[in-house]
């Protein structure tokens, strides 16, 4: 991995990133450029959407920086994810990054209209994967003010 002029340094909002991604190869390269570029967040990896919706009732949304969304999984897609988002109150305002192989401006066009924050088509190119991961992080993890949640 390149050494980036972008020196993430969480200030200890960012907690969590999830990671919803089939491919085993992809969501370990992905763990592996956080943990080289010191990005100090838990990432907790879900294999698929339903393993995703599973989970999210045992952590606690304040604790959630940003979901990595691939589109096309078994099981449960990433449409499908977002769709189960949007009508949950809870998790609706999730910041949701659809993380994808597939630069299909329909794609881009339906994960905006079911509420993702942002989506980005990953690179193919190590060298711009990682700088792409830590752009990412750099708005989302760091940058970005999210709405503060009212019980």
């Keep these: 991995m390149s ?3 972008i020196t993430p340094k969480c200030s200890g ?3 969590k990133v999830i990671l919803v991604e089939d491919n085993i190869a992809e969501a370990d390269l992905t763990r592996i450029i956080y943990r080289e570029q010191s990005i100090p967040c838990e990432i907790i990896h879900c294999q698929n959407g339903e393993d995703f919706i599973n989970l999210l009732p045992s ?4 604790d959630i920086c940003y979901v990595l969304l691939d589109l096309n999984m078994p099981r449960v897609s990433g449409y499908e994810v977002l769709k ?3 009508m949950n109150e809870r998790w609706k305002n999730l ?3 659809v993380f994808t192989s597939s630069s299909n401006s329909r794609d881009v066009s339906k994960c905006y209209e079911m509420g993702a924050k942002a989506y980005v088509a990953k690179p193919l190119d190590l060298n711009e994967l990682d700088r792409t991961i830590l752009s990412i ?3 989302w993890g760091m940058t970005n003010i999210k709405p503060q949640i009212m019980n």
């Design 3 to 5: 050494n980036q002029s």
């Design 84 to 86: 189960e988002l949007s």
């Design 137 to 139: 992080h750099h708005f």
């Design 95 to 97: 910041v949701v990054i």
């Design 59 to 62: 952590v606690n949304e304040e």
């Design 13 to 15: 909002i960012c907690k």
